[in-house]
Nanobody, 126 residues
Framework: QVQLVESGGGLVQAGGSLRLSCVASGRTFSSLNMGWFRQAPGKEREFVAA???????YSADSAKGRFTISRDNGKNTVYLQMNLLKPEDTAVYYCAVHNSRVFTTRYDRRSNYDYWGQGTQVTVSS
């Protein structure tokens, strides 16, 4: 079992920045492949970014150039730095643990993530 707790969401104006954090417990964090997803009202949960246990990083096209995923194994934490935020980034953001089956080719598939946090709300005003 892995427990995940996200924080860092809030209300920000368009063009602003936020840094989300996700603290994991219950398993050796350095062995985990991690991801961030988001879900806007009335929409499917979608992939945002992922980071492997070796530090390899992947991101959705919508996040490229604006969002950066990173991890601190000493703090059991994965981060999502979000810059140049847009109103369409408004969503609940979730971190999740990948089941590590073919992570390098399935990092963006929701069905390959076994554990999820409760989510943190991000609202971007125009």
């Amino acid at each position: 079992q892995v427990q995940l707790v996200e924080s860092g969401g809030g209300l920000v104006q368009a063009g602003g920045s936020l840094r989300l954090s996700c603290v994991a417990s219950g398993r050796t964090f350095s062995s985990l492949n991690m991801g961030w997803f988001r879900q806007a009202p009335g929409k499917e949960r979608e992939f945002v970014a992922a980071i492997g246990r070796t530090g390899s990083q992947y991101s959705a096209d919508s996040a490229k150039g604006r969002f950066t995923i990173s991890r601190d194994n000493g703090k059991n934490t994965v981060y999502l730095q979000m810059n140049l935020l847009k109103p369409e980034d408004t969503a609940v953001y979730y971190c999740a643990v990948h089941n590590s089956r073919v992570f390098t080719t399935r990092y963006d598939r929701r069905s390959n993530y076994d554990y999820w946090g409760q989510g943190t709300q991000v609202t971007v005003s125009s």
